[in-house]
């Protein structure tokens, strides 16, 4: 078995094998130093000239290029000159497993690399350590806040992505063949989940791909992304559940922060803040007051009742100027801007939120409502009443109240690193302009 560069210290004197990347190799008169990696570090070769039974090595190690990969067989030696632990290996035996061509960009500079022809070459995008650092902070934040759910006692369902009627809101829907007939990929999995809560489950939630047929070209957009969803019963208002994404959010990034703090400022330049409970809470309509009076910024008539984002920018700037909080949550927004399945109250007053972190929004929560008759009256008004009647029926039979949220995860962890768009965020983007690779 391989052993990893972060092992190799338990192995000293030891023979073992050894296999990774060729990262560079240093030829000098009387010795070739070889650096190889893994996904846990690197490591020095050694390989003395003077020694007749190296010759087989030195022949293999001057033609390879950088980045094939080799397996090696040889002995872990300390060496305090080393730089890299301390340690070096000196081959008795090494097979290239892998010949590199040369590559199409430098990967570890990737200033004025095109963001295109890195896309193309993700997997050469990766060797970056900044780029395989993302994917290990995202893991990480979601290992962080499932930890905290299963605590919590929730229990984590798959829901199809496959779905035979086009409901939530009719459009942003993609359509697909299937078989004989159209199906459509789930937007989200809201439905599901209530379905669960009325399936007596009281506590449920859902990490898995989310579908939008949105032809915008923001850096915060995907058509696929990864929902981070849940939903939960016998709730008293929908501030339990602003109350529960607190905590959730805390948990998450206390993980990060302890694994991957250190080296997130250093490669990201952002230090990791945990945030304090409880996050501020405005209402819409003096938020959209506090945005006029201090950055003279007025909502646009088609956007009354809910946000832009313009003015998630300068909410966060409210924030931090306020309340000293990269975080805040909006509530009061207008019901006809909300899907049909958030619950008003006797007044017609949206029981729901949004969150914003650093100025975009990441979050869209609320209680839901159970109630079938109000449930049906409301799918009427949005004139969905006749694609949505699978989904009523699950208020027919008895259901708990419940509320929960959806956190869009890419957008979580671009906001976390400071990355500029999700296309360098995402493992693989999916935009109007991109299925490959
Ligand atoms: P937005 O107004 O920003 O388009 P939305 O109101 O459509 O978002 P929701 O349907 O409430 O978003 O989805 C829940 C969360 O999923 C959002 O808060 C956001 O974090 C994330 N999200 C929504 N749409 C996208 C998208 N196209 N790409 C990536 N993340 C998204």
């Known amino acids: 078995?391989?052993?990893?560069?972060?092992?190799?210290?338990?192995?000293?004197?030891?023979?073992?094998?050894?296999?990774?990347?060729?990262?560079?190799?240093?030829?000098?008169?009387?010795?070739?130093?070889?650096?190889?990696?893994?996904?846990?570090?690197?490591?020095?070769?050694?390989?003395?000239?003077?020694?007749?039974?190296?010759?087989?090595?030195?022949?293999?190690?001057?033609?390879?290029?950088?980045?094939?990969?080799?397996?090696?067989?040889?002995?872990?030696?300390?060496?305090?000159?080393?730089?890299?632990?301390?340690?070096?290996?000196?081959?008795?035996?090494?097979?290239?497993?892998?010949?590199?061509?040369?590559?199409?960009?430098?990967?570890?500079?990737?200033?004025?690399?095109?963001?295109?022809?890195?896309?193309?070459?993700?997997?050469?995008?990766?060797?970056?350590?900044?780029?395989?650092?993302?994917?290990?902070?995202?893991?990480?934040?979601?290992?962080?806040?499932?930890?905290?759910?299963?605590?919590?006692?929730?229990?984590?369902?798959?829901?199809?992505?496959?779905?035979?009627?086009?409901?939530?809101?009719?459009?942003?829907?993609?359509?697909?063949?299937?078989?004989?007939?159209?199906?459509?990929?789930?937007?989200?999995?809201?439905?599901?989940?209530?379905?669960?809560?009325?399936?007596?489950?009281?506590?449920?939630?859902?990490?898995?791909?989310?579908?939008?047929?949105?032809?915008?070209?923001?850096?915060?957009?995907?058509?696929?992304?990864?929902?981070?969803?849940?939903?939960?019963?016998?709730?008293?208002?929908?501030?339990?559940?602003?109350?529960?994404?607190?905590?959730?959010?805390?948990?998450?990034?206390?993980v990060v922060k302890e694994r991957y703090g250190d080296e997130i400022l250093e490669i990201f330049g952002k230090e990791v803040i945990i945030p304090t409970k409880p996050f501020p809470r405005i209402k819409l309509k003096d938020l959209y007051q506090q945005l006029h009076d201090r950055y003279q910024f007025e909502i646009p008539k088609e956007d009354i009742g809910d946000m832009n984002a313009e003015a998630e920018k300068l909410t966060y700037k409210f924030a931090m100027e306020e309340y000293n909080s990269e975080f805040i949550f909006i509530v009061d927004y207008a019901a006809t801007k909300r899907p049909f399945y958030h619950m008003r109250d006797s007044e017609g007053k949206l029981q729901g939120y949004d969150l914003i972190w650093r100025g975009t929004e990441i979050t869209s929560g609320a209680q839901r409502e159970h109630r079938y008759e109000e449930l049906v009256k409301n799918a009427n008004e949005k004139g969905l009443g006749k694609d949505v009647e699978f989904y009523l029926q699950f208020f027919q039979y008895g259901c708990p109240p419940h509320g929960g949220f959806g956190i869009g995860l890419d957008r979580l962890t671009m906001l976390l690193l400071g990355l500029p768009s999700l296309k360098e965020t995402q493992f693989l983007f999916r935009g109007p302009n991109r299925l490959t690779p």
């Open 1 to 254: 078995m391989k052993i990893n560069v972060n092992e190799l210290s338990n192995h000293l004197n030891e023979e073992i094998i050894f296999s990774g990347f060729v990262d560079a190799v240093r030829d000098k008169k009387w010795v070739m130093f070889v650096i190889l990696r893994d996904a846990t570090g690197k490591v020095q070769l050694t390989i003395e000239k003077s020694e007749e039974a190296n010759k087989t090595l030195l022949d293999i190690m001057s033609e390879v290029t950088v980045d094939s990969t080799v397996r090696v067989v040889g002995k872990v030696v300390s060496n305090e000159a080393v730089k890299l632990g301390g340690l070096e290996i000196i081959p008795s035996k090494i097979e290239v497993t892998s010949e590199a061509l040369p590559l199409p960009f430098d990967y570890n500079n990737l200033d004025g690399v095109n963001i295109d022809t890195r896309m193309d070459f993700k997997w050469l995008d990766m060797r970056n350590r900044r780029n395989t650092l993302i994917r290990q902070v995202e893991s990480c934040l979601t290992e962080g806040m499932r930890s905290f759910l299963y605590e919590n006692h929730f229990t984590e369902i798959h829901s199809p992505k496959l779905i035979g009627t086009a409901s939530e809101s009719g459009s942003d829907v993609f359509e697909v063949k299937y078989f004989d007939r159209e199906a459509y990929l789930a937007q989200s999995p809201q439905f599901y989940k209530q379905m669960a809560l009325a399936g007596g489950l009281d506590r449920v939630f859902e990490v898995g791909p989310v579908f939008r047929a949105e032809k915008s070209n923001t850096n915060r957009h995907a058509t696929e992304f990864t929902g981070f969803d849940l939903e939960f019963a016998y709730i008293d208002s929908y501030e339990d559940v602003m109350d529960l994404e607190e905590d959730l959010l805390i948990a998450g990034l206390k």
